[in-house]
């Protein structure tokens, strides 16, 4: 069973920056879409930044202008860059790897996630 692995969580002010990495062993994460995804207690995880092979990038209306989902393919890893963080950002990040196929379910890994938590 494939599971992506996040680093770069941590503790940082409002207005502050961190930079996520998600690392794709057992898998070659520039035939993924990845994506990154948040969670808060009570409440459902929700998309963050997209990512395709392409390199067509989405991001959700909260995060757009201050996010970005990049590639690193030589480390076969993904990035997201959060600056000018809020409290509101505050939550564990999980990254996923999906790849849709044509004999079967698509492809569909996530991480452990990783605590951001920004103070006001």
């Known amino acids: 069973q494939v599971r992506l692995v996040e680093s770069g969580g941590g503790l940082v002010q409002a207005g502050g920056s961190l930079s996520l990495s998600c690392a794709g062993p057992g898998i070659l994460t520039s035939t993924y879409t990845m994506g990154w995804y948040r969670q808060t207690p009570g409440k459902q995880r929700e998309q963050v930044a997209l990512?395709?092979?392409?390199?067509?990038?989405s991001y959700a209306d909260s995060v757009k202008g201050r996010f970005t989902i990049s590639r690193n393919n030589a480390n076969n890893a993904v990035l997201l860059q959060m600056n000018s963080l809020k409290p509101e950002d505050t939550a564990v990040y999980f990254c996923?790897?999906?790849?849709?196929?044509?004999?079967?379910?698509?492809?569909?890994?996530w991480g452990q996630g990783t605590q951001v938590t920004v103070s006001s």
């Open positions: 996923n790897a999906r790849r849709i196929i044509s004999t079967g379910p698509p492809y569909d890994y």
């Open positions: 990512i395709t092979p392409g390199g067509s990038t």
